[in-house]
């Protein structure tokens, strides 16, 4: 039996792909692994192969390159690609068995809870879920190939008590769902903010669950924990044994809106395949390029990701502040894209996915002018039916810039 440094599969967890239970895989040799994403099951007996035989894997339901490769005790997860191409993340097995350990002590996690899990896993939430409830003896319900209301009666039928989810994995199993689920005691949701009204959903779906929002990146796992005393608008206090730092553009310390760096023992080792300018190491800090504002009380409020900054006017602004706004005004899922202009150099429009005209336009522009001032407010607002998504849950903001051509 090998130390703490690799993942296994405790005697008391069983894991099941919708209904179907998965047999524990045979013993075998420990090399890499590049294994298919979907369909769950399929996924799911790769998966627990590369487990029990302690080989370094990597769920992608893209080719990989042949050369690609990964040392024994690590593994390889993808990036949502929310700002341009995903990312292979290589990272120490270690490094998610250290928060296994803090959550099941934060949590109370026992053999007696069973998890729920929505999304593909090829996107590293529904990835940690599932290894997490493995390693630490819990029962693993994996429903990505199910429709959300089929996840929410599964989940009853089953019990759960956990349920990992993204805002908008949240958001579509509580329109769906036909009934409570009161068996669910805890909610983790990651991913992208919890807007108001998802928030109040969730309350109704789940009513005795504790919900906690955390924020982090595939590169760094959890950065920061909320729970019912964070303020509305932030994303919690740092997650044990995590320290941050804000810098301003001058790489000095701020108490201003600054660059989030992060040092912990949860962070990754480098990428695998395709690095990034955004993400840079410095003293054991690592910056994923997104940033942020420290309170009074150590709450991180996130103002948006610098590549997606926008300037107005001379004036910096992020999309996410304005699609925050939005989202509480209407109770939808929105998407903010800047526009070329020829006066002000850009301008913002909002996608919000709803029927056209519902809340009217008008309304949601005027109610960002008051809020936000007139150069931080969209210039138009476009309705879609269904925003297109990448496999993390968050909005494909390359295919929502393309449709938007499309509709001038």
């Known amino acids: 039996m090998r ?3 690799r993942f296994k599969w405790h005697e ?3 894991l099941y792909a919708g209904e179907r239970e998965l047999p524990r895989a045979p013993e075998g040799h420990d090399s890499y692994c590049a294994l298919p994403a979907t369909p769950a099951f399929d996924a799911l007996a790769a998966l627990t192969t590369a487990i029990t035989q302690q080989a370094p894997f990597c769920l992608s339901n893209r080719p990989l390159p042949d050369d690609i490769s990964c040392p024994p005790a690590a593994f390889l997860t993808l990036t949502g690609g929310a700002s341009g191409r995903p990312k292979a993340v290589r990272r120490s097995q270690a490094s998610w068995i250290a928060s296994f350990e803090v959550n099941a002590d934060r949590f109370a996690l026992t053999p007696r809870d069973s998890v729920a899990v929505l999304g593909q896993l090829s996107h590293s939430l529904s990835l940690y879920a599932v290894l997490e409830a493995l390693h630490l003896g819990l029962d693993a319900h994996v429903l990505a190939d199910r429709a959300p209301r089929r996840q929410a009666e599964r989940i009853a039928e089953a019990g759960a008590t956990i349920l990992y989810a993204t805002p908008t994995q949240l958001r579509l199993l509580a329109r769906a769902a036909v009934a409570p689920l009161p068996s669910l005691r805890l909610v983790l949701c990651g991913g992208g903010a919890l807007d108001p009204a998802t928030r109040a959903a ?3 779906l789940c009513p005795q669950a504790a919900v906690h929002v955390f924020y982090g990146a595939a590169e760094t796992s959890f950065i920061t924990l909320a729970d019912a005393n964070t303020p509305e608008g932030a994303v919690g206090r740092p997650y044990p044994g995590v320290e941050l730092r804000l810098m301003n553009a001058e790489g000095e310390p701020t108490t201003d809106v600054g660059e989030i760096w992060v040092r912990s023992p949860y962070l990754f080792d480098g990428y695998a395949l395709g690095p990034s300018d955004e993400t840079r190491w410095r003293e054991g800090f690592v910056t994923v390029g997104e940033m942020g504002a420290l309170d009074a009380k150590g709450n991180l409020w996130i103002r948006g990701r610098r590549q997606r900054m926008v300037q107005i006017a001379d004036q910096m602004v992020f999309p996410e502040t304005v699609e925050a706004v939005i989202s509480a005004q209407t109770g939808l899922p929105c998407a903010v894209l800047p526009r070329d202009d020829a006066l002000r150099g850009q301008h913002l429009v ?3 996915e709803a029927p056209a005209g519902d809340p009217p ?5 005027a109610h960002c002018r ?3 001032g007139p150069l931080t407010s969209p210039r138009r607002v476009y309705f879609c039916p269904d925003l297109p998504l990448l496999p993390s849950g968050k909005p494909d903001l390359r295919a929502l810039s393309d449709w938007v051509e499309g509709q001038r």
């Open 202 to 204: 969730v309350g109704r």
């Open 370 to 372: 008051a809020t936000l």
């Open 12 to 14: 008391a967890a069983r």
């Open 361 to 365: 336009a008008e309304e949601i522009i």
């Open 350 to 352: 909002a996608v919000i």
């Open 3 to 5: 130390g703490q440094d």
